[in-house]
């Protein structure tokens, strides 16, 4: 009898023929917080798999033109190419309206009559840039955007900063090339 006495790892018997079972992984427990979180799956979106690991949810998704959406209040302050302030045309004060057209793309309106002026924002710079080289007939094409002339043309952007909880400042900073110089537009614009 002697013989048979072994001790069977795992079981805890003494007898070599006694019945043992396979280890068997318990099933995992689900963090409640996982589900009660959502997140953004969308790559396009602004908070792309921000709160990851979570529940998958379309709705908490905000895109880059969703940032500038708005209206929003500019004074505006124009300098000549040497940095200096144009007192004769500065401080005019416009309504502008910013409407989204896409995830990325946005227009706006008020600064120049009933001209919008096209832009279209990057994802994780909260910058938005005015699209250019747009074609103005079949043969030409402008090195930015026509503004209130068609001598007139606009490069430049919109910038938002990231620490703005409450989302009510866009920076603009515009360069205007016209028949009659370069001008720079600067300021901020508060939402209304």
Same mark, same amino acid.
């Given at each position: 009898?002697?013989?048979?006495?072994?001790?069977?790892?795992?079981?805890?018997?003494?007898?070599?023929? $006694?019945?043992?079972?396979?280890?068997? @992984?318990?099933?995992?427990?689900?963090?409640?917080?996982?589900?009660?979180?959502?997140?953004?799956?969308?790559?396009?979106?602004?908070?792309?798999?921000?709160?990851?690991?979570?529940?998958?949810?379309?709705?908490?998704?905000?895109?880059?033109?969703?940032?500038?959406? %708005?209206?929003?209040?500019?004074?505006? $302050?124009?300098?000549?190419?040497?940095?200096?302030? @144009?007192?004769?045309?500065?401080?005019?004060?416009?309504?502008?309206?910013?409407?989204?057209?896409?995830?990325?793309?946005?227009?706006?309106?008020?600064?120049? %009559? %009933?001209?919008?002026?096209?832009?279209?924002?990057?994802?994780?710079?909260?910058?938005?840039?005015?699209?250019?080289?747009?074609?103005?007939?079949?043969?030409?094409?402008?090195?930015?955007?026509?503004?209130?002339?068609?001598?007139?043309?606009?490069?430049?952007?919109?910038?938002?900063?990231?620490?703005?909880?409450?989302?009510?400042?866009?920076?603009?900073?515009?360069?205007?090339?016209?028949?009659?110089?370069?001008?720079?537009?600067? %300021?901020?614009?508060?939402?209304?």
């Amino acid at each position: 009898m002697r013989h048979f006495r072994y001790i069977v790892a795992g079981c805890g018997f003494f007898l070599l023929f $006694s019945a043992c079972k396979k280890w068997v @992984d318990p099933n995992p427990s689900v963090d409640p917080r996982i589900t009660e979180r959502r997140y953004c799956n969308d790559p396009q979106a602004v908070n792309y798999n921000w709160d990851f690991p979570g529940t998958q949810d379309s709705s908490v998704c905000f895109f880059p033109s969703d940032l500038f959406e %708005g209206n929003y209040s500019f004074t505006d $302050s124009i300098y000549f190419q040497d940095n200096s302030l @144009d007192t004769n045309r500065t401080f005019q004060t416009y309504t502008l309206n910013i409407t989204r057209t896409s995830k990325n793309q946005f227009k706006l309106a008020g600064f120049c %009559g %009933g001209n919008d002026i096209n832009f279209t924002a990057q994802r994780t710079t909260y910058l938005a840039y005015a699209d250019t080289t747009l074609k103005l007939n079949d043969t030409t094409f402008a090195f930015g955007q026509p503004l209130c002339r068609i001598q007139d043309t606009l490069t430049g952007t919109l910038s938002k900063s990231k620490t703005d909880s409450l989302s009510r400042h866009i920076y603009i900073e515009w360069r205007v090339v016209s028949d009659s110089g370069i001008n720079f537009h600067k %300021g901020t614009a508060i939402k209304l």
